[in-house]
């Protein structure tokens, strides 16, 4: 039972576009949504987060949105660059501090 | 100020044997988690310490695998005897109590072959 989803395993874009990371979830007490970035050999890094009760957090250039009818987070990231090239994961979690359920994660390719 | 260390980061073990993994977490952090990550996957929470009690081990695979975090600082992860499908990324996180972003350490990578 996949509680949280992330349908593209890839992602390709252009340097200085906007990438657009995907996240689906079926648990509805889920309260905060995370994304990590995760470079090869290192562990993920904390990279922006959001509660239910928001529906847009931003943090320099990344922006994440939440739908929660739909059950669907977004990562945006404006503009790209190549250091941002990593694996992406959503993260959920029903309790603050409490278990992560993260997703397969999104290899994000950002070509120069 | 130095993020969560964990060790080994590489280890190879035929199937059977033992293996342990040590984790150091960030100063101060009381909260402290053992995640796995399958290959092509995301991480999986294996178990989380609140100080030096175990809140959630819902998921630990208590036949072969057990941990501790004595003190509640370190801890360590311990599995005996480890099959093949326990190959995988063993990831040590930590938050502080109640936070939401928790640190995660480089990771132990085991092959069991």
């Known amino acids: 039972d996949q509680q949280v989803k992330q349908n593209s395993p890839s992602l390709s874009v252009q340097e200085g576009r906007i990438s657009i990371l995907n996240c689906d979830y079926t648990?509805?007490?889920?309260?905060?949504f995370l994304w990590y970035k995760k470079y090869p050999a290192e562990g993920p890094t904390f990279l922006i987060s959001?509660?239910?009760?928001?529906d847009k957090n931003e943090d320099g250039r990344f922006t994440v949105f939440l739908n929660k009818s739909a059950k669907h987070l977004s990562l945006h990231i404006v503009p790209s660059q190549p250091g941002d090239s990593a694996v992406y994961f959503c993260?959920?979690?029903?309790?603050?501090?409490?278990?992560?359920?993260f997703g397969e994660g999104t290899q994000l390719t950002v070509n120069p | 100020e130095a993020g969560v260390v964990q060790s080994p980061r590489y280890k190879i073990i035929e199937k059977k044997q033992p293996v342990a993994f040590w984790c150091n977490p960030i100063?101060?952090?009381?909260?402290l988690y053992w995640y796995r990550q399958n290959l092509g996957q995301g991480p999986e929470l294996l178990i989380r310490?609140?100080?030096?009690?175990?809140?959630?081990d819902s998921q630990l695979p208590k036949d072969r695998f057990s941990a501790e975090r004595l003190k509640g600082v370190d801890s360590t992860l311990k599995i005996q005897p480890a099959e093949l499908g326990d190959s995988a990324v063993y990831l040590c996180?930590?938050?502080?109590?109640?936070?939401?972003?928790?640190?995660f350490g480089q990771g132990t990578r085991l092959t069991v072959v």
């Open positions: 996180a930590s938050s502080l109590q109640g936070n939401t972003e928790a640190f």
């Open positions: 310490y609140e100080n030096e009690e175990a809140v959630d």
């Open positions: 959001i509660s239910s009760i928001k």
């Open positions: 648990n509805s007490m889920f309260d905060y």
């Open positions: 100063s101060g952090h009381n909260t």
């Open positions: 993260a959920a979690e029903e309790t603050s501090g409490s278990r992560l359920t």
